[in-house]
Every structure is written in C-alpha cells, then in structure tokens.
C-alpha cells in the first residue's frame, strides 16, 4: 500500500484566496483524521471522519474552514477565504479503529502570504 | 480541556546514554497511550504504544505506564544520533470517541 497520500505537499497563496488541501486514505482504513502543526500550539485535531461522516468538527478554528469525503478514498480541507494565521503543516491520517496507530500523510506545508 | 502536556526540551543527551522522555495527561479515563516520533520536515510515525500500567519494552525502547499518576515515559537505551527528533506523547480520549490528543512534543538531540 502507498499509505497515505496528500497533495499538494507546498502551498503558497496570498491572504484572500481558497485553499484546498486532498487526502487519500490507506484503502479498508475507517477513519480519517485532518490535524494542524505549528511550532505554538502542536498538532491539533481539526476533524475526523468514520466511514466517511464527519463525527467531530470541533477543532475547525472558524466557518472558513470546510471538510469533505465524499467517499471512502478522498478527502478535502477547504479554506476560504486563507488568512496567514492559517500557515502550518496540515497532516492527514488514517486508522483502522479509532484508538490504534495513526497513519499519517507527508503533510501540506501551507504558506498564506 | 483534556491535555497531554511534555517538556518541550530540547533533551540533549550524549550518544550511548540513555535518553527520559516523560508525559502528563489531564484525562483520568484515558485508556491507550502512544509515542510517535518526528524527525523533521517528516510526519509523525508510531513507535509504542501501551495500554497497561507497567513497563514495555520493543528493543531500545521501553514505555512506562502509571494511571495513578497520570503519567507516560519512553525510555530510549544506547540513544544514537538517529534518534534525534522529536517525540510527541498522545493520550486516547475517554467518553467513547478514543480519539488521541497529542502533547506538543520534545525535541531530543541526541550528540556523538
């Protein structure tokens, strides 16, 4: 398995602009997390999904901040419009069960300028 | 607010030592513990996990579980200078969800 997978790895756009970052599960994982990293507050839970609903959104910072998986194998963070307290590294991950190892993605390095 | 809390470090410690990386959790029902590592510009990666008060051991590594004292350790014998990085503490969520909540990490320099 290719493990997680997470485009695009670098984002750099400017205050104002719509962001989307895309995340691949590992195939027969059931759930889907999206964390933010930075240096001030760590790796933060924004959402996650079991099979494919969102169970807790309770993370998302603000209505700018969107979340989708349409099916089992993709997801979207949108945000809109960016801000450039919205730099971090956003990380996705996948498990099986809610309480084993994490898989996680190669992160999307997001610059707002 | 249920909170996994670490010392941010960094750790140094000389190479062939052995390196104490400690944890705080806040949530008494928490269940499963785990320590990922992070070397970085790299995502986080599983290293232990332990569910159980006691000591587990997988070769250099021994995680220390004390739910009295709502503590977590990893324990790196012989550290080499691969082993810097940083190391984040996560905790399971009681109440159903087991989701984790990650402390925000130490940074260990481990210096030949």
């Known amino acids: 398995d290719a493990g997680v997978i997470q485009s695009p790895r670098h984002e750099v756009t400017e205050m104002g602009q719509e962001v989307t970052l895309r995340c691949k599960p590992i195939s027969g994982h059931d759930y889907l997390f999206w964390y933010r990293q930075t240096m001030m507050r760590g790796l933060e839970l924004l959402i996650y999904f079991n099979n494919n609903v969102p169970i807790d959104d309770s993370g998302m910072p603000e209505d700018r901040f969107s979340a989708k998986m349409p099916n089992a194998s993709f997801s979207t963070l949108k945000i809109q419009p960016s801000e450039p307290r919205d730099s971090a590294v956003y990380f996705c991950a996948s498990s099986s069960l809610a309480n084993e190892k994490l898989f996680f993605g190669s992160g999307t390095q997001l610059s707002v300028l | 607010q249920k909170e996994v809390e670490q010392n941010s470090g960094p750790l140094s410690v000389p190479e062939g030592a052995i390196a104490s990386l400690n944890c705080t959790y806040s949530d008494r029902g928490s269940q499963s513990f785990f320590w990922y590592r992070q070397y970085s510009g790299k995502s986080p990666e599983l290293i232990m996990s332990?569910?159980?008060?006691g000591d587990k051991e997988d070769g250099r590594f021994t995680a220390q579980l004390n739910k009295a004292s709502q503590y977590v350790s990893l324990l790196i014998r012989d550290s080499q200078p691969s082993d810097s990085a940083t190391y984040l503490c996560a905790g399971s969520s009681s109440g159903g969800s087991y989701i984790p909540t990650f402390g925000r990490g130490t940074s260990l320099i481990v210096h030949p």
């Open positions: 332990i569910y159980s008060n």
